[in-house]
């Protein structure tokens, strides 16, 4: 299926696309170290190493894959254009159209390890790494609400004057329910409300009045354990939850929470559409990296590298300018993330074609 030729150029481009990852996290990790040394020294050394840069470090080298793919596809693509292996292939009758070929497939393979790793392995090793964080050296997680108020289910309303995630425990609670015809037919107040496991709650000093056939039936009690269907993380969001979902968990709670009328999710949409752009990111780039390099040019592999950072980073400042817009509700997730990839593969298309006639 693979001929030497495609073997050879995947073998350079995947290889050089590891040395790039090792090479620039060995130097995040210097920096890491630097700004967080007094929270690593108060912290055991067992969790700073399993819990937070074990997990850290396939966190920061999948969030910018763009960048090293860009990085490896100049660096190798120019050292072959210099060497004149390019021009050699070219000579011998492969097409331009065919040379690209592996590129594409080694940009497959990055794309596809890209995703799993976001969608599937990454967010449970976020966990541990935010939960180290949150300890060692910076909290960052909500714990306390107030006037919380959501719908637990379609005719049924739930309000908390204010919660505590330490206790995990509400106060001045109320649970409506309503029938189809917006009729009030249940309430249940209580003096507080607290969580145990997933829907599982335990409401205390509680009043509970049904209304059936023009009556009122009022039951009164000090405890109670029901079942009702939301939990804490439903309404206490803290900015980095969205890291910490697989992509089933986060298509799941973003449906869920536009069920409740929650407003608060647009962090959520943006990861789950920065997940499944940054796939198509792998390509758009392995072609413009390819284009950019593969002719042999006066200034060298330097001007190649230096075109292809200005370009990547450029990528990666607008995708972030692009993100901000949705977090702040000028423009929809989608939208948002897929902007980048609709004007970098029109750059792609130009490169392409004007590489392929050279």
Known sequence: MFKILDRYIIRKFLGTYIFAIILLLAIVVMFDINEKLDSF??????ATVFDYFLNFLPYFANQFSPLFTFIAVIFF?????????IIAMLSA????RRLLRPYLVSAAIIASATYLLSAYIIPPANVKRIEYSNKYVKNKRVDYGSNIMLMVSPGQIAYMNRYDNISKTGYRFSLESFDENKRLVSRLTAQSIRW???YSWQVRD????????????????????TTIAFEPRDFLISAVDHEQMTS???GEYIRRQKQRGVANIKSFE???????AMTAAAFILTIIGMTLSVRKVKGGMGLNIGIGLVLSFSYILFMTITQTFALSGLTS?????????FIYSIIAVILYRRASKG
Not at 93 to 96: R, T
Not at 206 to 225: A, C, H, P, S
């Open 93 to 96: 009758g492969v097409s331009f």
């Open 206 to 225: 509680y009043v509970k009045r049904d209304f059936r056939n023009d009556r009122e039936f009022i039951e009164k009690g000090r405890q109670l354990d």
């Open 333 to 341: 997730a989608f939208v948002a993330m897929w902007i980048p990839n």
């Open 77 to 85: 693509t120019s050292k072959l254009a210099g060497n004149s292996e």
């Open 270 to 276: 943006v990861e789950q559409q920065r997940r499944i």
């Open 41 to 46: 020294i108060a912290a055991p050394l067992k």
């Open 196 to 198: 145990d496991t997933l």
């Open 248 to 250: 089933d968990e986060l």
